[in-house]
């Protein structure tokens, strides 16, 4: 009897490519250079992006996912970035939880991202 290939969605492979870095850079590994990260995240990204669109580049990859706006929040004057999706985010969590908001004046300068999805 021949099984039936299964189908995913779109959120299903994100979810299990995003699992799977989070595994992978578990404690369990002791990762301790940041190249480890980056280059594990890299590859999540090429994979997410080349479900979308098979024919991007490295240098595509790169700048669809590693490209974003940094500048400092008017609550509590941490560092905040732009994600992928266009959100602003604290880069670690603030004292007392609140929503980010960007200070127009403050330093605009590019960084590297994150997993989007």
Not at 16 to 34: F, H, M, Q, T
């Amino acid at each position: 009897m021949t099984e039936e290939p299964r189908t995913y969605t779109k959120d299903e492979v994100y979810a299990a490519v995003n699992a799977g870095a989070d595994l992978v850079l578990s404690d369990d590994l002791e990762l301790d250079d940041g190249r480890d990260w980056s280059l594990v995240n890299l590859a999540a990204n090429a994979m997410l992006s080349l479900l979308e669109n098979p024919e991007m580049s490295l240098d595509d990859v790169i700048r669809a996912n590693w490209q974003e706006e940094e500048t400092v929040c008017k609550v509590c004057g941490d560092g905040i970035f732009q994600n992928g999706n266009g959100e602003w985010e604290h880069g670690e969590p603030p004292d007392e939880p609140h929503e980010p908001v960007p200070d127009p004046d403050g330093v605009v300068r590019m960084v590297r991202g994150w997993i989007n999805g």
